[in-house]
């Protein structure tokens, strides 16, 4: 099924309007806890605000249009801040609704409404109501839904949250997009949102860079879904060089048609999870802008041309939001 329009948090678009997007960023995130740690409760909101316009600057000077803040509700996410940094700058933001992974989301509270009726079915509600209505009272819509794994396995908790997203995602036709640990279970997550409803072109397996595993990307790829190179500058969890070598041996392979890109940077966090000054040097390279000043040349490099990087930041988050078939990948 095609799709003529795309839900941002400042209204609808069609899937051409995106232009060169980013596929994965994150304006605010707060882990499940942040509130407890009073002795670092993080830049106050105007603070936040202030910063998310600069980082839109950059990527306008950049000559980006579009951005996914796949933030799901458990994780921090501020619906209204993300409208109020699209009104302010003019970019187009699409937000997410969904559930984090077991050991960092919410977790506890959605096991305790499990105990007292289907958590499968309040889960799919919810998200069909943010998808559809708007989130809480805000009147911002979501316009993806967001899932995750843990390292290595998917655990029944979060067997249900995929559950309920897959059928939120048949029921709406939103699309899909995850979060792996390492590159794990991306296979696993496909599998599971597919038999439950979900489309597999509306799906991108998110982290797929955290392996270098090609024949992992190449499972994926040729089962219909999209791969995640959205990691790009975290050096922390895996480098850069092998995230290059591994782009560039599946678009050999012809995969370069179902990879989106990012960072996952974060712009702002509530608490201090990560030290002040550990976090400053992570993000000489973990920033939005580290793809197109960085990566682009070593990419070009290794013989990756303009056309096939367009690809990637402008006609394959157009045809993911769209939700045109993908051919068949040999």
Known sequence: MSHDTLTTVTGEIAPAALGKTLMHEHLVIGYPGFESDTLHPGPDREERVARCIDRISELQDLGFTS?????????????????RVAQQTGFQIICATGLYKQSEGGHPYWH????YGDSVDA?????????????GSTGVR?????????????????????EAAARASAETGA?????????????LQQQVLTEHGAEANRIVIGHSCG????????KIARAGSYLGFDRFGLEVLHPDEERIASLKRLIDHGAGDRIVVAHDSVWCWRGQPIPAVMLQKMEETWNPSHFSLRVVPRLKEVGVSDEQIDALLVDNPRRFFAGEKLPALS
Do not use: N, W
């Open 175 to 187: 699309p899909i997009t995850t979060h792996t640990d390492q590159g794990t279970v991306g296979d």
């Open 67 to 83: 951005l996914l803040d796949p933030c799901p509700s458990d994780l921090g996410r501020d619906v209204e801040l993300t409208a």
């Open 123 to 135: 889960m799919a509600e919810l998200f069909i109501r943010e998808i559809t209505e708007g989130i």
């Open 142 to 162: 979501a316009g993806i839904i967001k899932v995750a794994t843990g390292l290595g396995q998917m655990t029944d908790y979060e067997r249900a949250v995929f």
């Open 211 to 218: 392996t270098s595993d090609t024949d992992y990307h190449l």
């Open 112 to 115: 305790m409404r499990g105990l």
